[in-house]
């Protein structure tokens, strides 16, 4: 399923995640908009907090400044929790919605609950790569996967779709991820991107956490056939992601940029364009005397030219000239045709 999804166009998933900040409706609204822009996908994230994080873990730096240092990880995660019910609700509503509902689970007993509201394939997070009962409990649905990469290198990728392999997953894709939020540009190096389509022999994509969409470009130009992209209502929403998430118009600027690079791409071969040919006979030179020749004169390479004219004869004429002698008087600039000469 996975691959003869991505063997369409750039599979543009609209990364919702937490920024419903635990409201039913606000994750509605995040559907509304992922549609709305024309993104493949919408995504969120599934968890209970007691199985995700143990009291009195630290907030990452970004987390701290987005939502101030006052508070430890759990409390944070605990605001952001939709309840299981949820989630079979937002899957409806997006299929209302025309648009596909997806879902990263952050420990097992998500998995068992994404089971039931009927996932098409699972997202493993960069933070969990490593995380081998859950990347057990999701191959062992046999669904295929896209796993993010982010903090990872080639060993631990490796490691992550063996096991996924050998425990019974689907189709495995794989993404290219800076973990950090906003991502520097000089940090994402997009060319990882390449060396893991080379390195796996799977198909590939970014997950973006920079700002714009120059990334996503870039990515796109060298071969990703997924993107995943943050989201928000609102930046200056409470939360730990808003603020390196997209706006609503950021987000629909987003996919139009990748569809319009999508067009720019073409197909590879290289040939003559319905607009070049229309071009061409205005703008391709032609041959034509490069001074006056005499009748009977036996014509030589500097005494042709080329030069843009209408009608008349290019390069290949030159085979059937050169060396010839002219049939007639012919006068500067005056386009050469392959009658005018004889032996």
Do not use: W
């Amino acid at each position: 399923m996975l691959y003869e999804l991505l063997s369409r166009r750039t599979f543009i998933i609209a990364e919702a995640g937490v920024n419903h900040n635990g409201d039913f409706a606000s994750a509605v609204k995040l559907i509304d908009l992922a549609a709305r822009c024309g993104a493949g996908a919408v995504k969120f994230q599934t968890f209970k907090t007691e199985n995700l994080v143990l009291p009195g873990t630290k907030k990452a730096a970004y987390q701290d400044q987005a939502c101030g240092a006052g508070e430890d990880q759990f409390s944070m995660i605990k605001r952001l929790e939709l309840e299981p019910a949820d989630f079979h609700r937002l899957k409806e509503h997006a299929g209302e919605k025309g648009i596909m509902f997806i879902s990263t689970p952050a420990d097992e007993d998500s998995v068992d609950l994404l089971e039931d509201v009927g996932v098409p394939f699972y997202k493993v997070s960069s933070a969990d790569l490593t995380n081998v009962f859950l990347l057990k409990k999701i191959a062992g649905t046999g669904k295929d996967v896209v796993i993010s990469t982010g903090m990872s290198g080639l060993a631990e990728v490796e490691a992550a779709i063996d096991l996924l392999r050998r425990h019974g997953a689907g189709e495995v894709a794989v993404l290219h991820c800076t973990t950090a939020y906003p991502a520097p540009l000089e940090e994402v190096n997009l060319s990882a991107m390449v060396t893991l389509k080379n390195a796996f022999g799977l198909p590939v994509g970014f997950s973006d956490h920079t700002t714009g969409y120059i990334s996503a470009c870039g990515a796109v130009a060298l071969g990703a056939r997924i993107l995943e992209k943050h989201f928000t209502l609102d930046r200056s929403l409470p939360g730990p992601d808003h603020k390196a998430s997209a706006s609503p118009e950021e987000m629909a600027e987003y996919v139009r940029a990748v569809r319009s690079l999508e067009k720019a791409m073409g197909d590879g071969k290289k040939t003559v364009t319905p607009t070049e040919a229309g071009n061409r006979p205005v703008a391709r030179k032609v041959v034509v005397a490069r001074r006056d020749i005499a009748k009977g004169q036996l014509v030589t390479g500097e005494d042709l030219a080329m030069k843009r004219g209408t009608g008349g004869f290019g390069p290949e004429v030159l085979d059937f000239v050169i060396g010839k002698r002219a049939d007639q008087d012919l006068k500067k600039d005056q386009i050469i045709h392959p009658g005018f000469f004889g032996s």
